[in-house]
């Protein structure tokens, strides 16, 4: 396994755990295993002064505290187990200075994008942030926690929001697939509609024709039928006229007859009566 990479949150030293790759803490809870510390040259400083009960309890359990808020870091080389535990040390506003230079750093050495979605800002980012909670979490252990839910509210709210991002990309690609697929159906039916349309306009044409066919053979019909009747009202008057001459001193009968047959009635008058 590769030894974890350079981080902003500060740890102590590797400790050599065991030979062998069994894990006894999946947590990582403090070990009492000493460090291996390199040989320095620089004088012993003098024993630090003895600190009372409570102190040390309090200084243990806000350890405790930091190693469940951050875990230490586990891993193998060969055969050894290597375990790396966050630093207890306490900062000053020098190191929060330098905290801030070597965040500015690191975001210019990995080319990290200023603005708009990238991972490796948001990576170094969450690692300041894990940096000053570690800090924090030193000097009061529940202004630590409290913190840490901060940071679990917003990893809880990024991953919701990547959660739907993805869901509407996918989302997005079905809804295109479908419309791809409906595209294909639709320009069908359109082909059809657009066959069945001009097969309507056909028989509109043909109908059109018809319907004038039928009016001009109706219009001739109608003349024929006007100019017969014309003519037959022509013939009666002159009959009439005749009737008239040849009968100056005849008075009228009236005798009840259909139009159509007034020739037969005048020939019936013509014969009835004396000359």
Not at 11 to 18: A, E, G, I, R
Not at 146 to 170: C, G, H, N, P
Request: net charge positive; glycine share 2%; aromatic share 6%.
């Amino acid at each position: 396994m590769i030894p974890p990479a350079e981080s902003l949150l500060k740890y102590d030293n590797p400790v050599l755990v065991s030979k062998t790759t069994d894990r006894k803490s999946p947590k990582g809870r403090p070990l009492r295993v000493s460090p291996q510390q390199p040989v320095n040259s620089t004088p012993v400083p003098p024993p630090p002064k003895p600190k009372s009960a409570a102190a040390e309890a309090t200084r243990q359990e806000n350890e405790e505290i930091l190693n469940s808020i951050l875990p230490p870091r586990e891993w193998t080389e060969g055969n050894q187990l290597w375990v790396q535990q966050v630093s207890s040390a306490p900062c000053t506003r020098a190191d929060v200075i330098h905290l801030e230079e070597l965040l500015d750093i690191k975001l210019q050495h990995r080319q990290a994008r200023e603005t708009g979605i990238c991972p490796v800002r948001r990576e170094l980012y969450s690692q300041c942030f894990d940096e000053l909670i570690r800090q924090v979490t030193i000097n009061c252990a529940e202004r630590g926690l409290l913190l840490l839910r901060v940071r679990d509210e917003i990893q809880m709210t990024l991953a919701a929001y990547q959660t739907l991002y993805e869901s509407s990309v996918a989302f997005g690609m079905r809804k295109a697939l479908q419309a791809e697929q409906g595209k294909a159906d639709m320009e069908k039916r359109v082909s059809d509609l657009e066959d069945e349309k001009q097969d309507l306009k056909k028989q509109l044409n043909e109908q059109k024709a018809k319907c004038d066919a039928i009016e001009k053979r109706e219009n001739e019909r109608r003349q024929v039928e006007e100019k017969k009747h014309t003519e037959e009202i022509q013939f009666l008057k002159r009959t009439n006229q005749q009737l008239k001459v040849m009968f100056p001193n005849y008075k009228p009968i009236f005798f009840r007859f259909s139009v159509s047959n007034i020739c037969v009635a005048h020939f019936k008058i013509l014969i009835c009566l004396p000359i």
